[in-house]
């Protein structure tokens, strides 16, 4: 839902937070660069990391980054940066640019928000979360960044 409106109203969103479930942009080129900072889990039995077989969840989460990353103009390539055995962070232009995009892999993590803890029943359902990146900290950082910008 937030991928989706951030690309339809890109005027009206600077910095885009997904967390277990980034979509492609609704358009190929966007009026206004948006921001994007995306974690997934490589082990998310909910939204595939490789994509799924339904309307639902069609593509893979790399592909979905590398979508909005070519409709803010910048290239379909990443700079990848293995920070762990276990996290590994995808980079689509530049840190400070309004239109970079940047993804957070956790290797081995399932449905779950980075950064925080859940109750033992939730853990069970949705797997292990990883506490190598704080999804909330780096999605605050990014908006602060961008903030003056307007």
């Known amino acids: ?7 339809m109203h890109p005027d009206k969103v600077m910095v885009l937070g997904a967390v277990a479930g980034l979509r492609a942009p ?3 080129m966007l009026e206004r ?8 889990g490589t082990s998310d039995r909910i939204n595939p990391f490789g994509g799924g077989t339904t309307d639902r ?3 893979s989460v790399v592909e979905a980054a590398r979508a909005w990353a070519k409709a803010s103009g910048h290239p379909g390539e990443a ?4 920070v762990s055995p276990t996290l590994t962070q995808f980079d689509f232009g530049a840190e400070g640019d ?8 956790c290797k081995g993590a399932g449905h779950t928000w980075p950064g925080s803890k859940l109750p033992i029943f939730l853990r069970l359902f949705l ?3 990883s506490f190598e990146v704080d999804a909330t900290a780096e999605i605050w950082r990014a908006a602060s960044a ?3 910008r307007g």
């Not at 660069?33 to 997934?40: D, G, M």
């Not at 700079?79 to 293995?82: G, L, M, R, S, V």
């Open 79 to 82: 700079e990848q940066d293995a």
């Open 146 to 148: 961008l903030g003056d």
């Open 127 to 129: 797997g292990r979360t």
């Open 33 to 40: 660069p948006v921001r994007v900072l995306a974690f997934h």
């Open 26 to 28: 609704e358009r190929p």
């Open 57 to 59: 969840w069609n593509e």
């Open 1 to 7: 839902m937030a991928s989706r409106f951030a690309s």
């Open 98 to 105: 309004p239109g970079a995009v940047t993804l957070w892999v």
